[in-house]
């Protein structure tokens, strides 16, 4: 498949020089072996993608970068060659050379795509990005850390040292089978789901059948309630309303009580509005599907509960983990894919499942939002966690207060709805 060749502006050339090095970029020298650049290109397909160039000088000494590009495309086959025998051109990896006036040769650009396989550099070795970072691969942990990242294993399937009676014998599971299969027995059906595996517990086993799983999978499937008297991008100790809340049992009760609990949170919020203070409010369906999204898509490898933060002027939700396999913060309302697929297949079986749309719940979460207020969306991110945000609002003045600038955090963060920073109107519940 030939690669384009696509002339530039000056403008563009100046923004491609002045390109800060970091998690999503790199700038090589055309004089750069090959396998080193391998590397790179590894690097980022494991972590979030990213854009190489190669033809741009780095002239350290007098703090400047020099276009000083291939003089023709075929003097570039050598890396071509390279680079497409461990990653071919295609969905995954783009290369297009880089012409412009006025300055020496093409310039190679790369796109490099979050790859749903983990990729090796020419030597054999897996590296990850970090920050401006290529960053080796070498322990078993370090590539089974990985391996949960990109979804091609997950830690629901891992095997756990407990009792069977803990999720054979519970009040869940007996629940849950008089209502839904009443002639099975538990041990077989268990057994057929997958759920139990040379005699022993999975994790996903124990998060849907276990009473209290909190109790095996310490800090690994709790769900913590905090409420932070304050507008500011951080709650601190001094601004907490009061001690967080704990919500444990079995996914099933801890989706359906988690979001109770923030409902009544949030309904002790009074707003200031055109005739006084007003309750705050949120559309439940809005709530329901984030903290359902948060437990059923988290990372449960990652030893961290999930955090619901409410400000007086919104509510994060934290859920442990990045974001799997090929989503990212761009395509996440469009594409599909479940870190924990037996969790999220499993949970849809019970009595009014808290997942009643498989893989609609953002987009769900979304239209509740815009219908009540005509929020829009801001997604962003960094690793390792994932936050989504929901902005306050007042239905009776039709005031929407203003809403603070978040900083580039350090964490994953993707806030699934923000209301604009100023006064406007918005719709009442009744569309008026």
């Not at 090959?34 to 290109?41: E, F, Q, R, V």
């Not at 495309?73 to 461990?86: D, F, K, P, R, W």
Request: aromatic share 6%.
């Amino acid at each position: 498949m030939p690669i384009d060749l696509r002339p530039i502006s000056d403008l563009q050339v100046l923004k491609i020089l002045n390109t800060t090095e970091g998690h999503f970029a790199d700038l090589k020298s055309k004089d750069i072996q090959p396998a080193k650049l391998t590397k790179t290109m590894a690097a980022f397909a494991n972590a979030d993608g990213g854009e190489l160039y190669v033809g741009v000088d780095e002239i350290k000494t007098e703090g400047r970068r020099l276009w000083r590009g291939f003089a023709s495309a075929e003097e570039a086959n050598g890396h071509i060659q390279a680079l497409e025998s461990l990653f071919p051109l295609g969905s995954d990896f783009e290369y297009t050379f880089l012409a412009a006036r006025d300055n020496p040769g093409v310039v190679l650009q790369v796109v490099v795509h979050k790859t749903t396989q983990i990729k090796a550099a020419s030597g054999g070795r897996v590296y990850v990005r970090r920050g401006a970072q290529n960053l080796p691969l070498i322990t078993e942990e370090e590539l089974s850390r990985l391996r949960f990242n990109k979804g091609i294993a997950s830690f629901e399937n891992e095997l756990v040292q407990a009792e069977l009676d803990l999720i054979m014998n519970s009040v869940t599971v007996i629940k849950f089978m008089l209502e839904i299969v009443p002639t099975a027995d538990p041990s077989q059906w268990l057994r057929k789901q997958r759920l139990i595996l040379n005699d022993k517990p999975t994790v996903a086993g124990l998060i849907l059948f276990c009473d209290e799983p909190q109790a095996v999978l310490p800090k690994r499937c709790g769900i913590k309630i905090y409420r932070y008297k304050t507008k500011d991008a951080a709650g601190t100790r001094d601004t907490l309303a009061f001690d967080p809340i704990t919500i444990d049992g079995s996914a099933y009760d801890q989706i359906h009580d988690a979001v109770q609990r923030t409902v009544e949170v949030i309904e002790g919020i009074s707003t200031l509005g055109a005739v006084g203070l007003e309750t705050t409010a949120y559309p439940h369906e809005a709530l329901h599907e984030i903290i359902t999204n948060a437990v059923l898509h988290r990372d449960y490898s990652i030893a961290d509960d999930v955090h619901v933060r409410i400000f007086d002027n919104r509510v994060e939700v934290q859920s442990p983990g990045t974001l799997p396999a090929h989503i990212t913060v761009e395509n996440i309302l469009d594409e599909r894919f479940a870190r924990n697929g037996s969790l999220v297949r499993l949970i849809n079986k019970f009595p009014n499942a808290p997942n009643k749309d498989v893989g609609e719940g953002l987009n769900t979460a979304f239209d509740a939002m815009r219908r009540r207020g005509g929020c829009g969306k801001d997604i962003w991110w960094k690793s390792p966690r994932c936050k989504d945000g929901l902005s306050h609002q007042t239905w009776k003045s039709r005031i929407v207060r203003g809403i603070p600038t978040f900083p580039q955090p350090r964490r994953l963060l993707v806030i699934y709805t923000k209301l604009k920073t100023r006064t406007r109107r918005c719709c009442s519940p009744n569309g008026t």
